[in-house]
C-alpha cells in the first residue's frame, strides 16, 4: 500500500520545508525539484499524493497534472501556488486537481487536507520507515549528552540526528532553561568535538560581511566547536531578521560557510512568533514550517530519571568521591511528579544543591521535597506508584491531544506493546518494571 508523498517544486528551499513540514507530522516524503525529475520518480516509486506548484519553468503544474492522469487517473492532486486566477483554477480543476492551496500555507488546514489522503504513520512506523528512506539508520545508539528514555526524547533526537545528516542548521524551539547547552554538545559530539567551547552569534553578526569567514575559522581551533548558536532572533531588526531568512534558504551568506559548520538557531521564549511575524513575515512561515519542538522536561519523566542519575554521578565525581548520592524510591516519584517550569537548568540546580547537603544514606521524598521547596509527599508503600500513575496520566493526556484523541494510536505513539493497547484502567501502570 502506498504511503508516499511526493513533493514537486521548482524552488529547492521551498520543496525542503514542505517536506520538512511533512516529516514532522509523521508523513514520509519524497521531493523533486523539477517536473522531468518528478515524473522520473513517478516510474520508480508508488505515491499515495502529490504535492505541487502550479508556477515552474518548462512545464506548468497544470501541464504536469495532464501527463500524471495520463497515466494514474486516481492518485489525490493537490496544487500549491500563489495567486491563480480564475481560469487557472477552472483549468487545474478540469484536469481533476483534488485541492488547491495559496501561498503562504495556513498549516493547520494544510495538514488536516493532507490527512484526508494519506494518513500519518504511527511513530514507530514512521522511525522504521524514514530511516531506511531517508537516513539509512538511526542516530548513534548512546547518547553522550541528552537523553532518549522518553518516547518524546526519542523522537526529537531522531529529527535533529536527521537534520543533522541532510542539512547545515537546525531550529529549535525550546523552553526557557530547556537542555541547548546537551543538545549543543551532543551535536558536536557527533562532530567527533567532545569538551569544545561554543561560538555563539546574534542576528546583526549575519550582516557583517567578514561574519563568513570568521565563522570558518573557528575549525583551526580544536577547543572550539563547530556548531554555531545563534540566539536572540526574535529581538533583531527587520533587516537583520531578513539576513536569517536569507541564510536559511541557502543565500549568499550560507554558500560562503564552510560546510562543517553546523548552525543552531534557538527560539527560546514562547513569544517569539508575533515579533518575527511583525517586523518578517517571511522568516515567520520558514520558522514555524521548520522548528523542532523539544516537549516540556515534565511530560518526559523518563529523562528526567536519567538526567538525574547523571547529574548526581557528575556532582559526585566533582565533589571528590566521598559518596554517591542516591534516591529512595518515594523520593524519584517526587522527582518525577515536579512541574520543572524551569526545566533541565532547575532540576540540575536542585540536584546539586541537594549533592551538597545529602550523605551516604539514600534521600528519602520528605528531605527532597525540603529542597525542592514542594508540599510534603504522601506516604506509604503505595506513593511511588500513586505518582507514577499520576505521570502516566500526564503522558497519556498529552498523546491523545497530539492524536486527536484516538487512545490506540496515542499509546502506539508512547511506544505501549500491541498487547496492552486497551484503555488502561484507573490506576493501572502499564510499565509496572518502573517501580523496581
Avoid at 409 to 433: I, K, S
Wanted: glycine share 6%; hydrophobic share 45%; aromatic share 6%.
Amino acid at each position: 500500500m502506498a504511503y508516499k508523498i511526493l513533493v514537486v517544486d521548482d524552488e529547492s528551499h521551498y520543496a525542503d520545508m514542505l517536506r520538512d513540514l511533512l516529516l514532522q507530522h509523521n508523513f514520509i516524503a519524497d521531493m523533486a525539484v523539477s517536473v522531468q525529475q518528478a515524473l522520473d520518480s513517478l516510474d520508480t516509486e508508488e505515491y499515495a499524493l502529490i504535492i505541487a506548484d502550479y508556477k515552474m519553468p518548462g512545464m506548468d503544474g497544470a501541464e504536469f497534472l495532464q501527463r500524471v492522469r495520463l497515466c494514474n487517473e486516481t492518485i489525490p492532486f493537490i496544487m500549491v501556488s500563489g495567486l491563480m486566477n480564475t481560469h487557472e483554477l477552472i483549468r487545474v480543476a478540469n484536469l481533476g486537481a483534488n485541492l488547491v492551496f495559496e501561498k503562504p500555507l495556513e498549516i493547520r488546514s494544510f495538514i488536516e487536507s493532507v490527512k484526508k489522503y494519506v494518513h500519518p504513520l504511527s511513530d514507530a512506523e514512521f522511525r522504521k520507515r524514514f530511516r531506511g528512506d531517508v537516513s539509512g539508520e538511526s542516530y548513534p545508539a548512546e547518547l553522550a549528552h541528552l537523553s532518549d528514555r522518553s518516547h518524546l526524547g526519542k523522537d526529537f533526537v531522531q529529527k535533529l540526528w536527521l537534520a543533522f545528516q541532510r542539512e547545515r542548521l537546525s531550529i529549535l524551539q525550546l523552553q526557557p532553561g530547556a537542555e541547548l547547552e546537551l543538545i549543543a554538545r551532543e551535536l558536536s559530539h557527533w562532530k567527533g568535538r567532545d569538551n569544545a567551547h561554543f561560538y555563539t552569534v546574534a542576528p546583526e553578526d549575519f550582516a557583517n560581511p567578514d561574519c563568513a569567514e570568521a565563522l570558518n575559522g573557528i575549525l583551526a581551533d580544536p577547543s572550539v566547536s563547530p556548531v554555531v548558536i545563534l540566539q536572540g532572533v526574535e529581538s533583531a531588526t527587520p533587516e537583520q531578521m531578513q539576513s536569517v531568512a536569507e541564510f536559511v534558504t541557502g543565500g549568499h551568506f550560507a554558500a560562503r560557510l564552510h560546510p562543517e559548520l553546523f548552525v543552531l538557531i534557538v527560539l527560546e521564549n514562547a513569544a517569539w512568533e508575533g515579533p518575527v511575524a511583525a517586523a518578517c513575515p517571511k522568516l515567520h512561515r520558514i520558522l514555524q514550517n521548520r522548528a523542532l519542538q523539544l516537549p516540556p522536561l515534565s511530560e518526559r519523566p523518563s529523562d528526567i530519571a536519567r538526567y538525574a542519575r547523571r547529574l548526581l554521578a557528575a556532582f559526585a565525581k566533582s565533589s571528590g568521591g566521598e559518596h554517591k548520592v542516591t534516591l529512595a524510591p518515594d523520593a524519584v516519584g517526587l522527582l518525577l511528579q515536579q512541574p520543572w517550569s524551569g526545566e533541565y537548568d532547575e532540576l540540575a540546580a536542585k540536584l546539586q544543591q541537594l549533592a551538597t547537603l545529602a550523605g551516604p544514606a539514600p534521600v528519602d521524598a520528605a528531605r527532597l521535597a525540603t529542597i525542592l521547596g514542594a508540599p510534603p509527599p504522601p506516604s506509604g508503600a503505595g506513593a511511588l506508584r500513586q505518582r507514577l500513575v499520576s505521570a502516566q496520566k500526564r503522558a497519556i493526556d498529552a498523546s491523545l491531544a497530539a492524536t486527536g484523541g484516538d487512545l490506540a494510536r496515542a499509546l502506539a505513539r508512547m511506544g505501549v506493546p500491541g498487547n496492552l493497547l486497551d484503555a488502561p484502567a484507573a490506576g493501572t501502570l502499564l510499565f509496572p518494571e518502573l517501580l523496581r
